[in-house]
């Protein structure tokens, strides 16, 4: 892996640009506003990731200092008029910093070169810049900055729900793309103080330094993505013509809030994948869907190949301890939570299994409508399922973790529905099993199952005969061995 930063730095002041040490000036607490301090240069790290090209072949002088290449890859990012201005900020609505009257900060993503390649784009820390600044310890806190990605689909919430890990150095990770050779991708960026400073005295005089950070994989060798989807026959599914149909098997593509999507749906045995142990016990996993980031979502199948019964979910049964949660955050409060975690904790973490598992996004929808109906309940009744996780007022309902379960959305794309039981499907297991996705919200909060039947259906969290099937995503990077039938399981190489 090779890297290269080099960034400009920009009056905060004006809208020149000018190439000189950025000015600030401080502010004071006005009334009940909370003013900050607070200085943002966004420069741009790219590095670039692959397993064919090592190191860069040809780097361009300082008149296109934003131009790497690699091979023949090539990513070009240019930036659009000034830098973000936090400089005053105040604590505001989402609905006010995502605001299309707020000036955002603009800049495109080119595939200058001749491969097709993904690319992340990332918010890291301006170690430079807090160290020139001296103020490592007088930083505003993450957890307290909102953003906005507006682009062909839009990304936004809060910076510390998109912790992940890009080349050994932590970060937030806004959105990861597929660019064709030639093509290229707009962006605005619009960052702000999220309502809940808002009290907070101790922001005052906070500093805030962060960059964009791209990162690029280019590889030439085969990955399990690449072998899945060559090996199958990918089919076009219009989520705007259900139901569902239960004889429809195979590999379909959808779009997600990273870009295509490949579920797989129906009777299918070839996306049985054989990864880690539980002591001496090999795991065995079924593939949901490779992701539109280019990972690879697995649901727990157990020890064996059996696809029903007790060895399909793990031993822990759920128990009730009367939290109902708040619908508007209720994955944190959900105590199954607390056993997925422990699960995965004994079994992977600190495990050689654990470098191959990616800390992913998973969609706790708890959008309502204007009768603070749940949205999930009247979407999956009428089969109109969707992977996108962005609220109609452009709010993510993403959390990142390293497990969860499977969505009720994933389940009816994968060919389950409210209406006919479907036995033959590969997420039968004859259990009644919990998703992650709420159902509905009167006096309790319920959430919806894969019931024993084959149906998807809500029950109250009370229900104790209800189980658990983890789900983990494999990082995008691993090669597969095997076909992937239960005989010959994909196996990481």
């Not at 595939?111 to 990332?122: V, W």
């Not at 708040?326 to 409060?333: I, K, Q, T």
């Amino acid at each position: 892996m090779s890297a290269w930063n080099r960034r400009k730095k920009y009056s905060i002041d004006d809208n020149s640009m000018q190439e000189e040490r950025p000015k600030f000036r401080f502010s004071k607490l006005v009334k009940h506003q909370v003013y900050l301090t607070v200085i943002s240069i966004l420069g741009v790290t790219a590095v670039i990731l692959g397993s064919s090209y090592a190191m860069f072949t040809s780097l361009d002088g300082s008149s296109n200092y934003n131009t790497i290449k690699v091979g023949t890859f090539q990513i070009e990012f240019s930036p659009i008029g000034s830098a973000i201005n936090l400089i005053d900020a105040f604590p505001v609505s989402d609905a006010e910093g995502s605001s299309s009257t707020k000036t955002p900060y603009k800049f495109t993503i080119k595939n200058g070169g001749s491969l097709e390649a993904s690319y992340t784009i990332a918010i890291a820390p301006d170690t430079s810049m807090i160290s020139q600044d001296n103020c490592a310890n007088n930083l505003l806190l993450d957890k307290y900055v909102n953003f906005k990605l507006s682009s062909s689909v839009n990304k936004s919430g809060t910076l510390t729900d998109f912790v992940c890990n890009q080349g050994g150095k932590s970060m937030y990770c806004l959105t990861t793309k597929t660019l064709a050779a030639g093509a290229t991708d707009t962006y605005e960026l619009r960052l702000w103080i999220n309502e809940s400073a808002k009290g907070d005295n101790s922001i005052l005089g906070r500093h805030f330094h962060d960059e964009i950070y791209i990162t690029a994989d280019v590889s030439s060798s085969e990955t399990g993505v690449s072998k899945v989807l060559t090996t199958n026959q990918i089919n076009a599914l219009s989520l705007d013509d259900q139901p569902q149909i239960d004889s429809i098997d195979g590999l379909f593509n959808a779009i997600d809030d990273d870009g295509t999507s490949y579920v797989f749906r129906g009777n299918v045995n070839n996306n049985w994948v054989k990864f880690g142990k539980d002591g001496d016990n090999d795991l065995y996993w079924r593939i949901v869907r490779i992701n539109g980031d280019g990972s690879i979502r697995l649901i727990y199948n157990g020890f064996n190949t059996n696809s029903t019964g007790d060895t399909t979910v793990i031993p822990d049964i759920y128990n009730y301890v009367g939290n109902d949660g708040n619908v508007l955050d209720y994955y944190n409060s959900l105590s199954f939570k607390t056993i997925l975690d422990n699960w995965y904790n004994r079994v992977f973490s600190g495990s050689e299994y654990e470098k191959n598992i990616a800390l992913s996004r998973f969609c706790v929808d708890s959008e309502q409508d204007e009768n603070k109906n749940l949205k999930s309940k009247s979407r999956i009744e009428s089969n109109k399922p969707s992977l996108m996780c962005v609220s109609a007022d452009g709010n993510s309902m993403v959390k990142m973790l390293n497990v969860g379960t499977i969505s009720v959305d994933e389940a009816n794309i994968a060919g389950l529905t409210v209406n006919n039981g479907n036995v033959s499907n590969y997420l039968y297991n004859g259990l009644d099993v919990w998703t992650m996705s709420p159902y509905n919200y009167q006096n309790a909060l319920q959430m919806w199952t894969i019931n024993s039947s084959g149906l998807l259906e809500g029950k109250n969290l009370s229900t104790e005969s209800v189980r658990l099937r983890p789900v983990i995503n494999l990082v995008k990077t691993v090669d597969f061995s095997g076909s992937g039938t239960k005989e010959d399981p994909y196996m990481i190489k």
